[in-house]
């Protein structure tokens, strides 16, 4: 990551305040205090231009959304939530793909930070320590995924985890696959723990609502469930994880997202396999593209238009100086939307 003002501080053996003043008021720091400073910064490769930014009082107006891949309607939802709440400020959001390549997130924040009041983060390829020595710096709110002291929004994957696997076992399935989604991503993972949890302990007190009986908790525990990587969250990485799945199939799938959930059955239906006869497909994200798919998708919908208003309207309060929650993320409940993948119970 960068370096910052924090990394300067602490080579000149000053107050990060102190390095703030000389950047952008040079003349309220003594002549020695600011050398010290300059030589460090010099050492240090620190480019002074963020900085100044993040130590002034002037805004722009603008937020910056940081996106792993805006083809993804996933984030193109977030974005469109995160724009009304800015909007509503007569703010406007400024949106920055970058490609599922974690340089590149890193560089886009760098290049973007001089010129907003603020950041949102909804790119996986941001390690949670770099994004805490950015929100250092500029306001910063992570959207769907929790990071320790940075104020998060996020859908409650889990929860959707388990409402699609109490959906399979309403179907009968004895055998469900998770096609996972990019490896150390936060959403992927609590979506495999819901998976895992509904099967191995299926009595547990889950919250929302969502107690199985006795009877769905004997089947849930009778599932047997495997996870399979694709190389890409997109369509084609559907297709192309369909043909390793199809050497070992299951009854149903569950998929990393819409897009994935949409390019497996395009393999199955290659392959003269038919959803949901032949397996059962649920994907995640509810976007809409899963209505005008063929069968239309059974999907867990998370408010991701939701997710992104409020993620922008918690970035604006901390513009502004209001308190905003750090230590507890903010989650939000999924739903499941049944159409024609999963096929009718009973």
Request: proline share 5%; hydrophobic share 40%; net charge positive.
């Amino acid at each position: 990551m960068d370096v910052t003002i924090y990394d300067v501080a602490e080579r000149a053996g000053v107050a990060a305040s102190t390095v703030s003043r000389a950047f952008s008021r040079p003349d309220r720091v003594s002549f020695k205090t600011a050398e010290k400073i300059r030589r460090a910064a010099i050492e240090l490769g620190y480019h002074q231009d963020l900085e100044v930014r993040a130590g002034t009082n002037r805004r722009t107006g603008i937020l910056g959304l940081i996106v792993a891949d805006i083809a993804n309607p996933f984030f193109l939802e977030l974005a469109r939530g995160a724009g009304h709440a800015a909007a509503t400020h007569k703010m406007i959001v400024a949106t920055v793909n970058t490609n599922e390549s974690h340089v590149r997130g890193r560089s886009s924040i760098t290049a973007l930070t001089p010129f907003v009041d603020g950041l949102l983060l909804a790119s996986t390829r941001v390690a949670a320590a770099d994004i805490q020595k950015i929100a250092r710096g500029i306001p910063t709110v992570v959207c769907n995924r929790p990071v320790q002291g940075v104020p998060s929004v996020l859908v409650d994957n889990h929860d959707g985890a388990l409402k699609a696997m109490l959906h399979l076992q309403a179907h009968g399935c004895k055998t469900v696959t998770y096609l996972a989604g990019p490896e150390g991503a936060w959403a992927d993972s609590m979506r495999w723990r819901g998976i895992i949890d509904s099967v191995n302990a299926p009595d547990r007190d889950y919250g929302r609502g969502l107690q199985p009986t006795r009877d769905q908790t004997e089947r849930l525990a009778k599932i047997q469930v495997r996870q399979l990587r694709m190389d890409a969250p997109t369509v084609t990485g559907g297709r192309r994880v369909f043909e390793i799945w199809k050497d070992s199939p299951s009854d149903a799938v569950i998929c990393y997202n819409d897009l994935v959930a949409i390019g497996f059955i395009q393999g199955a239906k290659a392959h003269g396999m038919r959803v949901p006869d032949d397996v059962k497909v649920i994907g995640f994200d509810n976007t809409e593209m899963t209505v005008v798919s063929s069968p239309t998708l059974t999907t867990v919908a998370g408010p991701l238009r939701t997710v992104g208003r409020v993620a922008a309207a918690n970035l604006i309060a901390l513009i502004e100086g209001m308190n905003v929650p750090m230590s507890k993320p903010r989650r939000l409940p999924t739903r499941l939307i049944v159409r024609e993948s999963t096929g009718p119970t009973g």
